[in-house]
């Protein structure tokens, strides 16, 4: 894709906040979900991608950070953002109902796409997201992982820490997932992530035009 300009997203709305899958909007559009621990950068990557300041923002105000968050990127796809996980001050039973919702809905919401799971490019591989991605695996949900908060590590330190990252993924999976690395801040991974989108989309129009 080198040299072709990727176009950015002209609008991006937020739609609806939804408590369970089957609250969720008409699945009318090819849809793409962001997960990860809370404080990965979540927010500030759906910004990035967006092109829009505060655009996220909403789904942190309280009573919405549990639920699934809706948005409409120029009326071709849904962009999803899923409550965090790893907060510390929750309750088992809050947990374990963070993980039957967001189960369920990865499992039954048939336009989703492709997960992207965030990891903190600074930090050791963390068991919540190793178990994350199996769990995927074994549902067989697409996912791919996106390391954020590149721009606060050396060149040097961030090649170490993917490495690190990837040779501990070799242990157990045959198969290393797509990665992207970003910045929110310098929006490094901005174009790859889209155009991984905009080619799903695609694809998805295509599967779709075929039954
Ligand atoms: P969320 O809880 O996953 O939605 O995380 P936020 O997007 O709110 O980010 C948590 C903190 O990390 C905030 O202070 C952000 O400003 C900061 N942050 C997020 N992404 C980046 C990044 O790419 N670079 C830098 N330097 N800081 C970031």
Redesign the pocket.
């Known amino acids: 894709m080198q040299g072709n300009k990727i176009p950015d997203i002209l609008n991006a709305e937020f739609l609806v906040s939804s408590p369970d899958v089957s609250s969720c909007p008409e699945g009318s559009k090819p849809e793409y979900a962001f997960i ?1 621990r ?8 759906i910004n990035m991608i967006c092109g829009i300041k505060g655009l996220a923002k909403i789904s ?1 105000t309280p009573g919405k950070t549990r639920l699934i968050n809706h948005f409409v990127v120029d009326d071709d796809w849904f962009l999803v953002d899923l409550p ?1 996980y790893g907060y510390a001050k929750i309750s088992q039973r809050e947990r374990e109902k963070w993980r039957k919702m967001i189960h369920a809905y990865l499992r039954k919401r048939e336009n989703l796409v492709c997960t992207f799971i965030l990891i903190d490019s600074r930090h050791e591989p963390q068991k919540l997201d190793l178990d994350f991605m199996v769990w995927m695996a074994e549902n067989q949900l697409p996912f791919v992982l996106v390391f ?2 590149t ?2 590590l050396s060149k040097r330190n961030l090649d170490d820490s993917l490495n690190a990252y990837i040779r501990h993924l070799r242990l157990s999976w045959e198969e290393i997932p797509r990665m992207f690395i970003t ?3 310098t929006s490094r991974g901005k174009d790859e992530i889209l155009q991984y989108i905009y080619e799903n989309n695609e694809l998805y129009k295509g599967y779709l035009a075929s039954l």
């Open positions: 990860g809370s404080n990965v950068g979540k927010s500030s990557l942190q965090g954020t908060k721009d606060k910045s929110a801040k």
